[in-house]
């Protein structure tokens, strides 16, 4: 029998799939910086346009582009298609991907279920997902490695979300002493850990702390996409808490400048650079900025609602303007972005 607290859980995971479908969730007034930067073209590029070689690595496995599906969802029989979806356009396209986070199935393994997806997804990247916060709440190592034996995943990401705890109404509020249990479980697990922002960005000076603590890579998960205070904001029945959803949808470090802070702070850090990034153009200028790759997540949800199909040909145009980039400013492989001078702030 599930008890009060998996239930809870599930019952969240559910509602945080409809509202980000039904509900306006993006913060307000926050721009994601992107549309402070253009190329530069270049009317001879001298390169062939169908030999631009987008390929990429992460946690040790090729991958065809430098895109991560984003962590999402799971814990929920609806989550479990998407899931699936997901996993297989990820496979087909050779992308990487991250699964939500696994709290719900820690609490509950009936809902494995809804995070497998190894078996159509077998030589992609994935990593699995835990709420650092959960540190403080019960959650040690042997926790973090049932998360990761579950999904045969590469890796475990640890997601920051301390302003949606908060407003969340059964939100997990201690954040205290987060940093050496962090370190913790990159020394004791056998596989490389991230941390993650979940929309509100991380600094140079967080970033940091985290590279010394031994984290592998860091998502920056800037603002200008989703804002989870907004999503809590229609959740809770608080009034108290339904305004301060509002007065924090302004909050975040936009994603260009998180990724550029991040950047200059840790030159060898791996960054996934990820938060209101919508189309690969966008893409493009995250990684000229910085990233070594990009995560998408709310622009996929909807197709991967539907059909593995409907996901292919999004993730196919996604892939498509990337390429297009390139040729525009004649780059023929993903380290001549990176390296490229023909990113401009205007």
């Known amino acids: 029998m599930k008890n009060t607290n998996t239930k809870i859980t599930e019952n969240r995971k559910a509602e945080h799939i409809e509202i980000c479908l039904n509900k306006d969730v993006e913060g307000e007034n926050v721009w994601d910086g992107f549309h402070e930067y253009r190329f530069l073209h270049n009317a001879l590029p001298e390169i062939n346009f169908k030999t631009i070689d987008y390929s990429s690595h992460f946690l040790g496995k090729s991958v065809t582009a430098p895109f991560i599906i984003s962590s999402m969802t799971g814990g929920t029989t609806h989550a479990n298609k998407v899931n699936r979806h997901l996993a297989e356009a990820a496979e087909t396209r050779g992308w990487a991907m991250g699964v939500g986070s696994m709290r719900a199935y820690i609490e509950n393994e009936q809902l494995a279920g809804s995070y497998r997806i190894r078996d159509v997804a077998p030589t992609i990247p994935?990593?699995?997902?835990?709420?650092?916060?959960?540190?403080?709440?019960?959650?040690?190592?042997?926790?973090?490695?049932?998360?990761?034996?579950?999904?045969?995943?590469?890796?475990?990401?640890?997601?920051?979300?301390?302003?949606?705890?908060?407003?969340?109404?059964?939100?997990?509020?201690?954040?205290?002493?987060?940093?050496?249990?962090?370190?913790?479980?990159?020394?004791?697990?056998?596989?490389?850990?991230?941390?993650?922002?979940?929309?509100?960005?991380?600094?140079?000076?967080?970033?940091?702390?985290?590279?010394?603590?031994?984290?592998?890579?860091?998502?920056?998960?800037?603002?200008?996409?989703?804002?989870?205070?907004?999503?809590?904001?229609?959740?809770?029945?608080?009034?108290?808490?339904?305004?301060?959803?509002?007065?924090?949808?302004?909050?975040?470090?936009?994603?260009?400048?998180?990724?550029?802070?991040?950047?200059?702070?840790?030159?060898?850090?791996?960054?996934?650079?990820?938060?209101?990034?919508?189309?690969?153009?966008?893409?493009?200028?995250?990684?000229?900025?910085?990233?070594?790759?990009?995560?998408?997540?709310?622009?996929?949800?909807?197709?991967?609602?539907?059909?593995?199909?409907?996901?292919?040909?999004?993730?196919?145009?996604?892939?498509?303007?990337?390429?297009l980039v390139m040729f525009g400013i004649g780059c023929r492989t993903i380290q001549e972005l990176k390296h490229s001078d023909a990113l401009i702030h205007v």
């Open 126 to 323: 994935i990593f699995a997902n835990i709420g650092a916060v959960q540190l403080n709440y019960g959650f040690g190592i042997e926790e973090c490695k049932k998360a990761v034996e579950l999904i045969d995943a590469d890796a475990l990401v640890l997601h920051l979300n301390s302003l949606q705890e908060v407003i969340q109404p059964e939100g997990d509020t201690n954040f205290e002493g987060l940093l050496g249990k962090i370190e913790y479980v990159c020394q004791q697990l056998e596989v490389p850990v991230g941390v993650k922002e979940i929309g509100w960005g991380i600094s140079s000076a967080v970033a940091k702390k985290l590279k010394e603590a031994g984290v592998s890579f860091i998502d920056v998960a800037g603002a200008g996409g989703t804002s989870w205070t907004q999503v809590e904001k229609h959740r809770t029945k608080n009034s108290e808490n339904k305004a301060l959803g509002d007065s924090f949808s302004e909050w975040g470090i936009p994603t260009p400048v998180s990724i550029q802070t991040v950047r200059e702070t840790l030159p060898h850090m791996y960054i996934i650079g990820s938060g209101g990034i919508t189309n690969g153009i966008d893409a493009a200028k995250a990684i000229a900025l910085g990233a070594d790759s990009v995560g998408f997540g709310r622009v996929l949800l909807e197709s991967a609602t539907h059909s593995v199909e409907n996901t292919l040909r999004l993730c196919s145009l996604l892939e498509k303007q990337l390429q």
